[in-house]
């Protein structure tokens, strides 16, 4: 049987036959991501993309580390993007599934790596094949503002493929090489997305599995860098060491609002939740309504205990199955930056286990491969590529129905509420696409419902986008519900501090304002929303429209021409100051 997997694998060698299998993948991938272009944007691709002043012209890089800090190379990338693309969304979905394509080579030409000759060719087609066309992969690449996740996954992957090279190189030289491309795309991955720090774990893992003798090595090397941080920590912290515990605990947290043994136990749930959609993947969903764990109970313990056996057993046999518990023991060391102890306020999210599910992809091909080369019966032999070849047809054509749904927002929306019941952002999503489609009327049901379980569960750790409440309050101004609009809208002043949001927030209450002409009310606001987006240009213009109106023409021309250096070229702007120039003093714009 062996020797039916290795004939499987030498029609692989032929140049043409291996040429033609990675372009006939390509393809079918492309297919099933043909209605990409035509996804529109979502949840915070509006804040992070097309509402963020900091990644749109001009640049500037300290401006980028100030705001991103550790992520800056990331929003370079998307801000170069924005160059391009603006607030076009098809531009972003190409460079995503240019990412895609290249993770996907690197799962192949990563696991390719591990093997010589045509059973490596056989296990690296495979690999790509399954990654590529997985379903639960589709959030992270559909999802404007998770090239973060692809960029990142990519340094990863292709880190990895690095380190092999250099396991397998003929010469300290080519060794070093290999050693400091891997390096340098670990330190560009730093730069992305921290989930990027498990991979020196990672690497350890690929060398205790597949090779053994640099074990002792990289355990030395890896603890001289843990002494080295523990001693920069110290100083930082001028030798306190419950100064140091109290910067390492805010440093390793992205909520302050959730106990870390609370939200383990709570991924002891969700972890196994992904792992079920990985393999049966119905029911995908942008948002989920996971409660915070705040005690042990029997299904946390057996999910835990779950998962502790697995990672044993791939231990143990990780000398006879290499890849199977390569596999295995990959995925919980990728999950641990998002679904350990280190609380994040989104108790889940599919767009996480994108590079986790390398992992599993290599776990199944290898799987696969030990099959075929235990047993001996023909029939198991065709059996299991079979029912292999079908689970990745099924992914498949759930991963072209997963897209197009993600096409129609409504659609998209009326499923996710039909999933989750209790998440008061899938509702307030489906009203803010409603008036984007003009459908007040039908969004402020849902906005009401959204508010309702919001205030129920707000102490749940269930955020509330202040940009969807912000839709809430259009439509309640639509309706002449002006005291519960503005009851809202200086709540939302109270509680949102976040610079770009809360000049958004004074921007809208200002435009409310100028309408009842009450402009000397909007002037402070207008002025407070500059001062905090100087590239603002709503706040700019209706900042330099309430100047003029109160008088103040010199400030209102230098504001009309701020907006036209963030806008070049706009003809409202051009015209406004047209008419300053003309309007005698006593006149009003």
């Known amino acids: 049987m062996a020797a039916r997997l290795s004939g499987m694998g030498a029609l692989l060698t032929r140049k043409y036959v291996f040429i033609g299998a990675w372009i006939a993948l390509f393809v079918v991938t492309l297919v099933c991501y043909r209605n990409i272009l035509a996804i529109p944007f979502y949840l915070d691709d509006y804040s992070s993309i097309v509402n ?26 998307l801000g170069t993007q924005y160059h391009f693309f603006g607030a076009e969304p098809s531009g972003y979905h190409m460079v995503s599934m240019l990412l895609h394509m290249a993770v996907s080579v690197g799962v192949g030409v990563f696991a390719c790596s591990l093997f010589n000759g045509a059973k490596g060719k056989l296990v690296g087609i495979s690999s790509a094949s399954v990654f590529a066309l997985l379903a639960l992969n589709s959030q992270a690449v559909v999802y404007s503002v998770q090239q973060l996740t692809l960029m990142a996954t990519f340094c990863y992957v292709w880190a990895l493929v690095c380190y092999i090279q250099a396991r397998r190189a003929k010469n300290a030289l080519n060794t070093l090489l290999w050693v400091a491309l891997c390096s340098g795309l670990f330190i560009a991955g730093l730069l992305i997305k921290q989930n990027i720090v498990t991979l020196p774990l990672a690497i350890l893992l690929a060398e205790l599995c597949f090779f053994g003798s640099w074990s002792r090595r990289l355990i030395g090397l890896y603890g001289g860098i843990c002494i080295v941080f523990l001693s920069l920590l110290l100083w930082v912290s001028e030798f306190n060491l419950m100064r140091s515990l109290v910067l390492l605990d805010s440093t390793l947290r992205e909520s302050t609002d959730i106990a870390r043994l609370d939200y383990l136990r709570t991924q002891m749930l969700v972890l196994w939740d992904y792992i079920a959609k990985f393999f049966y993947p119905v029911a995908l969903q942008l948002e989920h309504e996971f409660q915070l764990q705040t005690a042990w109970q029997t299904k946390n313990l057996v999910g835990l205990a779950a998962m502790t056996a697995f990672v044993l057993l791939a231990w143990w046999q990780r000398r006879r199955l290499p890849l199977v518990s390569f596999g295995v023991l990959f995925y919980f060391v990728a999950h641990l930056v998002e679904s350990s102890v280190l609380p994040i306020r989104d108790l889940a999210f599919e767009h996480r286990t994108y590079l986790p599910n390398i992992g599993l992809t290599l776990a199944v091909v290898g799987v696969l491969q030990a099959i075929c080369q235990k047993f001996q019966s023909r029939l198991i032999f065709g059996a299991s590529f079979i029912l292999f070849g079908g689970w990745v ?56 419902h959204a508010m309702s379980l919001y205030e129920k569960q707000h102490q ?28 809202y809208e200086l709540w939302l002043l109270e509680q949102v501090r976040a610079p770009l949001r809360r000049a958004q927030i004074l921007v809208q209450r200002s435009v409310y304002l100028m309408d009842k002409k009450a402009f000397e009310d909007a002037l402070p606001l207008l002025e407070e929303a500059v001062s905090l987006d100087s590239k603002n240009y709503p706040a700019v213009m209706n900042l330099a429209i309430s100047k003029a109106n109160l008088g103040q023409l010199d400030s209102a021309e230098q504001l009309f021409q701020q907006a036209i250096e963030i806008k070049p070229g706009d003809p409202l702007a051009l015209d406004m100051l047209r008419q300053l120039q003309k309007m005698p003093s006593q006149q009003n714009l």
């Open 460 to 487: 749940a750790n269930i955020g509330l986008q202040p940009e969807l409440i912000q839709n809430y309050i259009e439509c309640l101004r639509e309706f002449g519900i002006d005291d519960k609009a503005n009851a």
């Open 52 to 77: 963020n002043p900091l990644i749109h012209p001009p640049l500037s890089l300290p401006d980028l580390f100030n705001a991103y800090g550790m992520r800056t190379l990331s929003y370079l990338v």
């Open 393 to 448: 047809a099924a992914s498949a054509l759930a991963l072209e129905k997963r897209v197009t749904l993600w096409t129609d927002p409504i659609a998209f929306y009326k499923n996710e509420v039909a999933l989750v019941k209790g998440n008061p952002r899938v509702y307030a999503n489906l009203g803010a696409k409603l008036v984007e489609g003009g459908h007040c009327l039908e969004a402020m049901g849902y906005f009401t």
